[in-house]
């Protein structure tokens, strides 16, 4: 099956920093999804991004899917973007089962 | 605001005894998935519907998971009998053109 691999595996800001994080896969997709996932446990949709560039507020999300990655960017983090940030696929014939990377460990300290 | 709701959010049981979740997906939404996330596996997808039907359950252990749809309403999820091995958060997300929401989550403990 596909593999999602995310990196780094862990993040420590300062807040007001920015940051990048990566996401590879190993095929073509359908879709991909960015969701983070708070302290609480919620995961919370981000993104839908196939392919393009989007933003909603201080976040942006670019996938090329030609070269199979996805980049999420936090700009002036603040401590409440803290959690687990996961990029998803779908692809080829997967009737929309989504495949999870192991995720990047976000910690924004004051 | 539509969500996904699921319940319990917490069950904590012994082992051997039977274990049934349920979720209640976004209305209008056509697909339903039950995933399970530990620390060791991360998250895993294990069934999922689309207009009810069973499309995937590859990766439920059949001997012991079941997962049926009675209704558009409803999905549950059920564990008999439960493992210790079985504790995780167990998440239940609709979906609909490809995007998926997902629930609060049930945090099961088997002992």
């Known amino acids: 099956g596909i593999q999602v691999e995310q990196s780094p595996p862990d993040l420590i800001l300062q807040e007001g920093a920015n940051s990048t994080l990566r996401c590879n896969f190993s095929d073509s997709v359908n879709n991909l999804q960015w969701f983070h996932q708070n302290p609480w446990g919620q995961l919370i949709n981000l993104f839908y991004i196939p392919s393009g560039t989007k933003q909603n507020g201080r976040l942006s999300a670019t996938t090329v899917a030609t070269e199979r990655y996805s980049l999420l960017y936090i700009s002036s983090s603040q401590t409440t973007d803290s959690g687990v940030y996961f990029c998803a696929v779908v692809s080829g014939t997967s009737y929309g089962k989504l495949t999870f990377g192991q995720g990047t460990i976000l910690t924004v300290h004051p | 605001d539509a969500r996904v709701t699921q319940t319990p959010r917490h069950k904590v049981t012994e082992m051997g005894q039977e274990v049934t979740m349920r979720c209640q997906p976004i209305?209008?939404?056509?697909?339903v998935f039950w995933y399970r996330q530990t620390m060791m596996q991360g998250l895993e997808l294990l069934a999922y519907f689309r207009n009810r039907a069973p499309l995937d359950d590859s990766g439920m252990p059949k001997d012991r998971f079941s997962a049926e749809m009675p209704d558009a309403t409803l999905a549950t999820l059920k564990i008999q009998p439960s493992e210790p091995r079985d504790s995780a958060v167990y998440f239940c997300?609709?979906?609909?053109?490809?995007?998926?929401?997902f629930g609060p989550g049930t945090r099961l403990t088997v002992l």
């Open positions: 209305l209008g939404h056509n697909t």
């Open positions: 997300a609709s979906g609909i053109r490809d995007t998926q929401y």
